[in-house]
């Protein structure tokens, strides 16, 4: 049989897309495959579980657009679904006098991308959240928080009524796009499709390789590191609170996060990950570790950033540092209010000449779209990129 569609990738943005492709193609075949024994195990399943309102992102950007359009669409999808949602809103904060003008810009660059932004003095940061400390605020409202796997499970039930199949456990090891298909070659089976999409996360320039694409960029991974409050905490906000980003930075720093299970998360932190899958601190893989030193731009990449870089590790490596950083801002905070819990890893495209990408990639050929990079806020914005890749596969305009 060959399918009309095949999916590679069984995240949230591999999901979307597949629910995409089917309400443009009723009764079309689809396949999804996913390495894993179930979906999300990556990095949907690994996040802070934020629907994120795209005030940070540069205007005219993939990020700021779609992001955008995706706050409001996951809301929707969750109303449609039954899947709770709380707007808590965000609060982004400067601690620093020299963080007043990137706050201020923040808030300009709110007003450019058609968002609802307050700035607030910090008074009133106090009055709203009385354990926060600040000397200037940004108030988000539409930020809210959400369980990211219980849309993934609404997502695939979706799909699979409209006659999708998900295939658990297969992992390719050969991609040839020739005349008017598509081979994908798994452990003892070959499995054949008129088009290709790959949503492959935090192993999508491998599978990009795999397929013949000549890529630009490298997919390093990143661990963000989290502790969970202590029970007793739960209370200690009702917003979400952000330090102000460190500036030429993809990351948002060590946050603040109420969850929709009621806890509160800190972080994450930022630290270069040795391992593109592994969890536990200290995890190197051979394989993971030479792809990134091997890779000039990585070098070209670091030696930009050796500051903030160290700050990082040494967050990671002692608990008591990783507590001064959300001390800044919450200072009632305690050593043994910080429990375990587990950590996430960001797939970071790095370009060859060092920079790190902070929009979307993608990559495309006749016959395949390759989602190359699609850091935060991806599970926020979901919904429109499978949109956008459904209509780049169907022969709309490309995405670039």
Known sequence: MTYDFCIIGG???????????????????????????????????????????????????????????????????????????EERGKMIVATRADEIPRLDALHGRA?????KAELISGAEVMEREPEITALKGIFVPEAAIVS??????ALAKEIED?????????????????????????PGEVIEARKLVACAG???????????????????PFRGEYYRLA????????????????????????????????SVSVGPNAMLGLAR????????????????????????????????????????LFKSRYLEECRRYCPGLEIGDLTPMTCGIRAQAIMKDGTMQHDFVFRTTDRMVHVCNAPSPAATSA??????????????????
């Open 11 to 85: 995240g949230i943005v591999g999901l979307a897309t597949a629910r995409a492709l089917l309400q443009r193609n009723p009764g079309a075949s689809l396949i999804l495959l996913e390495k894993e024994t179930g979906l999300g195990r990556h990095q949907t399943g690994h996040n802070s579980g934020v629907i994120h309102s795209g005030i940070y992102y540069a205007p005219g950007s993939f990020k700021a657009r779609l992001c955008r359009e995706g706050c409001a669409r996951t809301k929707e999808f969750c109303r449609e679904h039954g899947i709770a949602f």
């Open 162 to 186: 409209q006659g999708a199949v998900i295939r658990y456990g297969l992992q390719p090891e050969a991609i040839l796009e020739q005349g008017d298909k598509v081979t994908i070659t798994c």
């Open 111 to 115: 007003g450019e991308n058609g968002i």
């Open 231 to 262: 029970p007793r905490r739960n209370a200690v906000v009702h917003a979400m609170i952000y330090p102000v980003p460190e500036p030429g930075l993809p990351f948002l720093g060590t946050h603040l996060t109420p969850m929709i299970d009621g």
């Open 148 to 153: 990211y796997t219980e849309i993934l499970i």
């Open 202 to 220: 935090i192993q999508s320039d491998r599978v990009a390789k795999m397929a013949g694409i000549d890529l630009d960029l490298k997919i390093v």
């Open 277 to 316: 899958e592994g969890y536990p601190k200290f995890s190197v893989n051979l394989r993971d570790t030479m792809d990134i030193v091997g890779f000039p731009g990585f070098w070209k990449s670091i030696l930009q950033f050796i500051r903030p870089g160290m700050n990082e590790l040494g967050n990671s």
């Open 383 to 400: 919904l429109p990129i499978g949109d956008l890749v459904a209509e780049t596969v169907l022969g709309g305009p490309a995405a670039a």
